[in-house]
């Protein structure tokens, strides 16, 4: 073989294998739409999913996830858990400002996850983002009408999360929102989504997951996911849509990515911002 040959050939390997690389690493901002249909719906609901922040900046302002969610234009914006991170001692100021954006533009709902928790400072959290006018959620629900469908939002830390109550004694927040008869659509919030078949009785048309980021790394086409607390190896439930029967469960990959050199990396699994359209349709 002739020596230009040899170069040329290891030329293109290497552009092949740093293209690889690069798409393995990718951690731009992915818009993910989804579209479900439920003949409890009347006229067509937008939803904006954001789940896993962990505190992560999205350019000056958050512009890059404000400015995504300005474009889908949302009925409602959803946060799923973890905007905070439990590494950070201070308060999650690149949180804060994505909720304040978009909690002056649009309805939003928030349920904490494990990070908050973890956290210690999670009532704190809670009552910051109360104050900005977002409708915190854990063992309780609000009914809202939207474009002419009513819309039940529910949220729970997890399916066995108990609180007290002076009359019953400690009731478990899944069991304050189970409904299995209601007419409206009920949509649960929930972090967990190995937690999946506790929160199928509850009667909920759509479950909200965050928490698996998406298994961390995927291999396309063949794994959707390597790793992901709560589930271990190969998690059955690393990102994506999911149906049960009546019930449409979606798991978002999270907004999470590396700050530091030493953090583990996402690899083939970009971070994501999860656009939901419920229509009228069987």
Known sequence: MKKNTKLLLFGLSAAAGAAVTAAALDTRLKTVHYKVGSPKINGSVRIAFISDLHNTLYGRGQSQIVGEVDKARPDIVIFGGDLADK????LPGNAIILVRALAAKYPCFYTIGNHESSRGDSKRLKRIFSDMGVTVLEGSGKTIELNGSKIEICG??????????????????????????????????????????????????????GHAHGGQWAVPGLINGVFAPGQGLFPKYAGGLYTHGDTVHIVSRGLWKPSTPLAVPRIFVRPELVFITIDNYE
């Open 87 to 90: 590494t950070q001692s201070v």
């Open 156 to 209: 729970i830390y997890d399916a066995h999360t108990a609180d007290y109550d002076e009359q019953r004694g400690f009731v478990s927040q899944l069991d304050e929102v189970t409904d299995i008869d209601s007419e409206n659509y009920r949509i649960l919030i929930a972090h967990f989504p190995e937690q999946i078949e506790e929160y199928l009785k509850g009667g909920f048309d759509m479950v909200l997951s």
